[in-house]
């Protein structure tokens, strides 16, 4: 049996971060815990996911949103966060893109 669960189509507002920053997988989770309850107070926000890439010196955040006017009126607090956030980390934002995201499937614990 598989235990997967597909969501609806969302929109995705990544982030692209760059910069040397010493332990950036650790930053990332601790600067994703301390905005994840900030962020669900937003209508619309669906998920968040933190990659990065301590050798290339990059990351991508990407946040996850019902609709776009969901992504776009969060966008302004959303930004001064993240700018905030990147900064006490040494990185800087150096670009954000808009995505579609029609398939989207979570596959739970030990699920195949």
Do not use: C, H, N, Q
């Not at 990544?14 to 815990?33: C, K, Y």
């Not at 619309?44 to 969901?70: N, Q, S, Y």
């Not at 150096?94 to 614990?109: C, K, N, R």
Request: proline share 4%; glycine share 10%.
């Amino acid at each position: 049996m598989r235990a997967a669960r597909t969501l609806p189509t969302v929109i995705a507002a990544v982030s692209i971060v760059r910069g040397a920053a010493e332990g950036m997988a650790e930053a990332g989770r601790l600067a994703a815990d301390a905005v994840r309850s900030w962020l669900r107070d937003y209508d619309g926000f669906r998920g968040l996911v933190v990659m990065t890439d301590e050798d290339g010196e990059k990351a991508r955040i990407i946040t996850f949103w019902a609709t776009p006017e969901a992504e776009e009126r969060a966008r302004p607090g959303r930004g001064a966060m993240r700018d905030k956030l990147v900064g006490t980390v040494g990185m800087e934002v150096v670009g954000m893109e808009l995505y579609e995201v029609p398939v989207l499937e979570v596959l739970a614990d030990g699920a195949r």
